[in-house]
């Protein structure tokens, strides 16, 4: 996912996306917003099936 689109998820849940946040952080941040544990980027594998799967796994 292009950062533009997340910042304008962040923008939805009133996260500061603003410009020199960190990807990750922003993310993280959203998925607290949103009930979640903020665990982008932080697992090895990964059962839930979230929005941001694909980029958190991607990374490793």
Same mark, same amino acid.
Request: proline fraction near 2%; charged fraction near 35%; charge should be positive.
């Given at each position: 996912?292009?950062?533009?689109?997340?910042?304008?998820?962040? +923008?939805?849940?009133?996260?500061?996306?603003?410009?020199?946040?960190? +990807?990750?952080?922003?993310?993280?941040?959203?998925?607290?917003?949103?009930?979640?544990?903020?665990?982008?980027?932080? +697992?090895?594998?990964?059962?839930?099936?979230?929005?941001?799967?694909?980029?958190?796994?991607?990374? +490793?």
């Amino acid at each position: 996912m292009r950062i533009q689109d997340v910042r304008e998820i962040a +923008k939805t849940w009133g996260v500061d996306a603003r410009v020199g946040r960190a +990807k990750r952080d922003i993310i993280r941040d959203i998925q607290v917003r949103e009930g979640y544990s903020p665990c982008f980027q932080t +697992k090895d594998t990964c059962e839930n099936n979230c929005l941001w799967k694909e980029d958190c796994m991607s990374l +490793k």
